[in-house]
């Protein structure tokens, strides 16, 4: 069962007020000035990073990008259209479905994350970028099914405004599931949507 032909996707990918394209080390400042503060990370699956560790988790998105990767993912720089400049990154992993005797359904499913610099939060640019991931992993990648977390936490009300915008399902709430970094449990919602339910 091969994986969806990454290979084959065309950049830039732009929407009204956005270009996507494949991230590269020449982002890896562009992406610190965000991936290292504080309130960007705070509902993140990391910490504060570095300019080591954005490097590395930049190099990492490009080898998973790669034809033939085990677990295949594109990794983007989001720009803005009207100034030129890297506001954020989003991600769209993919992995095969399963049946219920959890072989290969011989389809594949997607999960996006999406950060942004907090100069433009608010201005419903990471509904836009997310919006176009939907279309790259339902359109062009034939997926049957797309999920994304709340950047883990329930409280994270900004996110979940996003994920509802662009159409996608509040599918469950797992009461208390993750830790959060002031030490509490926190609720964690997953959103989904399927090929057919997807407004094209």
Same mark, same amino acid.
């Given at each position: 069962?091969?994986?969806?032909?990454?290979?084959?996707?065309?950049?830039? +990918?732009?929407?009204?007020?956005?270009?996507?394209?494949?991230?590269?080390?020449?982002?890896?400042?562009? !992406?610190?000035?965000?991936?290292?503060?504080?309130?960007?990370?705070?509902?993140?699956?990391?910490?504060?990073?570095? +300019?080591?560790? !954005?490097?590395?988790?930049?190099?990492? +998105?490009?080898?998973? =990008?790669?034809? /033939?990767? +085990?677990?295949?993912?594109?990794?983007?720089?989001?720009?803005?259209?009207?100034?030129?400049? !890297?506001? =954020?990154?989003?991600?769209?992993?993919?992995?095969?479905?399963?049946?219920?005797?959890?072989?290969?359904? =011989?389809?594949?499913? *997607?999960?996006?994350?999406?950060?942004?610099?907090?100069?433009?939060? /608010?201005?419903?640019?990471?509904?836009?970028?997310?919006?176009?991931?939907?279309?790259? *992993?339902?359109?062009?990648?034939?997926?049957?099914?797309?999920?994304?977390?709340?950047?883990?936490?329930?409280?994270?009300?900004?996110?979940?405004?996003?994920?509802?915008?662009?159409?996608?399902?509040?599918?469950?709430?797992?009461?208390?599931?993750?830790? =959060?970094?002031?030490?509490?449990?926190?609720?964690?919602n997953t959103w989904s949507l399927l090929r057919e339910e997807w407004p094209a």
């Amino acid at each position: 069962m091969s994986a969806p032909n990454l290979a084959g996707l065309t950049w830039p +990918r732009l929407t009204r007020r956005l270009a996507l394209r494949p991230l590269t080390l020449d982002d890896v400042d562009a !992406v610190l000035a965000y991936r290292s503060l504080p309130e960007v990370v705070v509902h993140l699956s990391h910490d504060v990073l570095d +300019r080591e560790q !954005v490097h590395d988790r930049i190099a990492q +998105r490009l080898a998973r =990008g790669r034809p /033939g990767a +085990r677990e295949p993912l594109l990794g983007l720089a989001v720009e803005e259209l009207r100034t030129g400049q !890297v506001v =954020g990154d989003v991600m769209l992993g993919i992995e095969p479905s399963h049946s219920i005797a959890r072989s290969a359904s =011989g389809e594949w499913e *997607g999960t996006i994350g999406y950060a942004l610099h907090p100069d433009v939060h /608010g201005q419903g640019l990471a509904a836009e970028a997310a919006a176009e991931l939907l279309v790259i *992993g339902f359109r062009d990648l034939g997926l049957r099914r797309v999920t994304a977390d709340a950047y883990a936490y329930a409280d994270n009300v900004a996110s979940n405004r996003v994920l509802r915008r662009i159409g996608m399902r509040l599918e469950a709430t797992t009461i208390a599931k993750s830790l =959060g970094k002031d030490g509490t449990w926190l609720d964690d919602n997953t959103w989904s949507l399927l090929r057919e339910e997807w407004p094209a």
